[in-house]
């Protein structure tokens, strides 16, 4: 017996020492550095290439009824290319050519995951999953998934918890779909409206950028890719991209070193401390150099400086651009050289990278340069598991994706990004008893025309109006609607039928600006960048590719409010927007002005509920607003000396950086400063809320450098917090001032504290403080 014991045990050994050693990089016992050593090690240099390739993924499915599967085009290009990563998978929009019809449900869109992943399982050398890329910075931009109010109004919220809980929300959506790769949040400092992107920003101050930024990087997930529900966060773009040349998209950004290590640098470095793991270049040029072959950004200060540890990645064909745009070199091979030996790891394209191969084997690139690039990739996606299990459960998107919580959580949203500009004779909030109203304007009840771009097409059913929103608040046998005219096309007005609506309403609420919402009728470059076309009138003049000359309200919409005026009736102008456009007639003539940005897919419930008392508008201006374009940049926090007035009028914006109205009244006293050590020092004082309704305040706390070494800003937030007061309710509310608060960037371009004098300044707003007090630093 048991010798018999002894020889079944010998043969058992002998079977299982003839079966091949499962590789390290598929175990999970070892360490990540450990499999991706090894993983690097096995591969080819054109499997090592394809991870550095990031093609457009919306061909990469076919569907069928209701059957997805992988596509063709999926198959020849992991055959020809084998990526490592697939962008905008499930994006649908007129691009794109998916609709509602063509494109992805959220359930099915896990479905063509789970099948791409199995796809590669079965047929590749080494089975290694692919990353999925979706753009995500103000929700997935895929059908049925949960928009969100545009960056810029993100930013009006001022609120970081609420940016938080919106990254989860964004982090868990992308996530039940198979998806792994949030492109967002966008980081780019706006100081010139005429730009066609404003809307994807945090607006014109550095601070504020750097909060929301970080919030929302911590809400996708903090880096710590073990969770379930975290994505791997892209910062956009890298960097000063935000300020072109004549606000014309991509033009070269003129900004100083200083600058940039102020202003531009900071929010960037706050977010990827925060967790952040891939960073995107720019299309711009600085000083010369595209910002896609800027070594000194991309290693020493990326790299070196900063100790990022995640990727780089190209915008959308941006190394090509280095020939075809910036014309550094005559060759997309040439271009791929300079971008890689430079530091960008990823081709978001899929093209030029693919080039590289010939520069290899021939010995003008090193290969170490490569194993670099594709260690950075591969890490990632063994921290996140996708080795162990690359499959999601698709019933489970069915219960993520647009969940009641998350459409909750963009009405809250829409709620405190909603900016209360004017309101004369306290018209607002409107009572709900006893009341007609008329509903008109372009913007009044266009769903698309509130959701901005980077927004895919959503069912009808899922998006609430202005139009909506005030039928929900008084029920329609009591609103009147009228569109009166469109944003840019004259030939459809009919003005005469809004006078009538207002004529026949006790008040009359115009809702105009701007629009970002893609047609088919719309011709895109390569890019996705719309072209503007004078010929082609649709709504859309904001949005990726349509930059301003002027800032005025397009079409007739002046016609419109005017004519409204007329009638006599009470007028509250609303402007949605992507872009802070000039306001001057409505804030001198209308009885209450707001602006909502694009408020998303609940803005109509939203904003509907500031208009009626049931929130107390918290929202205040991420950026100025200018009183004419002849004044641009007028961003609150330039450098000494302050500006004088131009001949035709004042130098001030219309409305100041931080500005927004509340239905209640606040009082600020008592401040007082102590010292704690050599930097550092608390700030308090008393916020009473002296007004009849409930409220939040956004307590604004502002630095002046008295005298300084080098040239400092008249004034500069550096810190912000809104406080919640009962009516008659009284708190103190503190801030925290610490050495990176008071530090600056000297002559020899070094972060320094400087002994002397430090004006704090708290406030309502960067034009209305309410109380100072110096400090000295010794």
């Not at 550095?206 to 975290?230: C, T």
Request: proline residues 4%; aromatic residues 8%; charged residues 20%.
């Amino acid at each position: 017996m048991r010798f018999r014991i002894l020889f079944c045990l010998l043969l058992m050994g002998c079977i299982a020492s003839a079966q091949p050693a499962k590789p390290i990089y598929k175990n999970n016992q070892y360490s990540v550095e450990e499999r991706t050593q090894d993983l690097l090690s096995r591969m080819t240099l054109d499997e090592k290439l394809g991870q550095l390739l990031c093609p457009m993924g919306w061909e990469m499915y076919e569907k069928n009824g209701t059957e997805v599967s992988v596509s063709e085009t999926f198959k020849n290009m992991q055959k020809e290319k084998q990526p490592g990563m697939y962008w905008a998978t499930f994006r649908a929009d007129p691009w794109t050519q998916k609709t509602l019809k063509t494109g992805l449900s959220p359930v099915q869109a896990a479905e063509a995951a789970n099948a791409l992943q199995q796809y590669l399982i079965d047929n590749s050398r080494l089975g290694i999953p692919v990353f999925l890329a979706e753009e995500a910075a103000h929700g997935h931009m895929a059908i049925g998934t949960t928009v969100f109010p545009t960056s810029l109004g993100q930013a009006a919220t001022f609120n970081t918890e609420l940016m938080e809980e919106m990254g989860e929300a964004i982090g868990a959506e992308i996530r039940a779909q198979g998806a792994h790769i949030a492109y967002g949040p966008i980081l780019d400092l706006a100081r010139d409206p005429r730009w066609s992107r404003v809307e994807e920003t945090f607006g014109e101050d550095p601070i504020l950028i750097a909060h929301m930024g970080s919030a929302m990087v911590k809400g996708l997930g903090g880096g710590d890719l073990s969770k379930d529900n975290s994505v791997i966060s892209t910062l956009k773009h890298f960097v000063a991209y935000g300020v072109p040349e004549s606000g014309i998209n991509g033009n070269a950004s003129i900004v100083s070193r200083r600058d940039l290590l102020e202003n531009y640098f900071p929010p960037f470095k706050a977010a990827i401390d925060a967790g952040a793991l891939t960073v995107m270049t720019s299309y711009n040029s600085i000083d010369g150099i595209p910002s896609t072959m800027n070594k000194e950004y991309l290693t020493d200060i990326l790299r070196n400086d900063w100790k990022f540890r995640g990727y780089t990645v190209s915008d959308l064909f941006s190394i090509e651009g280095i020939a075809g745009s910036h014309y550094i070199v005559k060759t997309d091979e040439e271009a791929a050289l300079k971008s890689i030996e430079a530091g960008t790891n990823v081709d978001l394209g899929g093209q030029a990278y693919v080039r590289l191969k010939n520069a290899v084997e021939q010995g003008i690139l090193d290969e170490s340069v490569v194993d670099s690039a594709v260690c950075h990739v591969i890490r990632l996606k063994f921290e996140m598991g996708l080795f162990d299990q690359p499959f999601v459960n698709p019933k489970a998107a069915a219960e993520v994706v647009h969940s009641a919580e998350n459409i909750e959580l963009a009405r809250k949203m829409a709620q405190q990004s909603t900016v209360l500009l004017e309101n004369k004779s306290a018209i607002l909030p409107l009572s709900k008893n006893y009341i007609r109203v008329a509903v008109v304007g372009p913007n009044a009840n266009m769903m698309y025309n509130q959701l901005g771009d980077y927004t895919a097409p959503q069912p009808a059913e899922s998006v609430v109006t202005v139009y909506e929103g005030i039928v929900n608040k008084l029920g329609k046998e009591n609103v009147i609607y009228e569109k009166g005219c469109s944003i840019r096309d004259t030939t459809q007005s009919n003005i005469p039928a809004a006078v009538k609506a207002a004529e026949n309403a006790d008040v009359v609420v115009v809702v105009v600006g701007g629009s970002s919402a893609r047609d088919f009728s719309t011709d895109y470059q390569e890019t996705g960048a719309a072209i503007a076309n004078s010929e082609v009138l649709s709504d859309m003049e904001s949005g990726e590719g349509n930059d301003r000359s002027t800032l005025g309200l397009m079409g007739d919409q002046m016609k419109l409010l005017k004519a409204i005026k007329n009638t006599g009736k009470p007028l509250v102008v609303i402007y949605i927007e992507g872009r802070p456009l000039n306001m001057n007639w409505a804030a001198e003539n209308a009885d209450a002005l707001l602006t909502a940005w694009y408020p998303g897919e609940q803005g109509g419930n939203g904003i509907a509920d500031v208009l009626f008392g049931d929130y107390n508008p918290s929202g205040r201006l991420p950026v100025s607003i200018a009183a004419s374009v002849g004044q641009l940049p007028n961003y609150y926090n330039k450098k000494n000396p302050k500006a004088h007035n131009y001949v035709e009028g004042s130098s001030a914006p219309l409305y100041a950086f931080g500005a927004g109205k509340s239905y209640t009244k606040f009082t600020y006293e008592n401040m007082t400063t102590e010292k704690q050590d050599k930097y550092t020092y608390t700030v308090s004082f008393d916020l009473e809320n002296t007004g009849d309704y409930d409220g939040t305040e956004l307590v604004q706390l502002y630095l002046r450098d008295e005298y300084a070494s080098t040239v400092r800003p008249i004034k500069q937030l550096i810190d912000f917090k809104q406080v919640a007061l009962k009516k008659g309710e009284t708190k103190r509310v503190t801030f925290s001032i610490g050495e990176e608060q008071l530090s600056m960037i000297d002559a020899n371009y070094e972060h320094v504290v400087e002994a002397g004098d430090f004006k704090l300044m708290i406030g309502a707003a960067s034009d209305d403080i309410r109380l100072e007090e110096t400090i000295t630093v010794e």
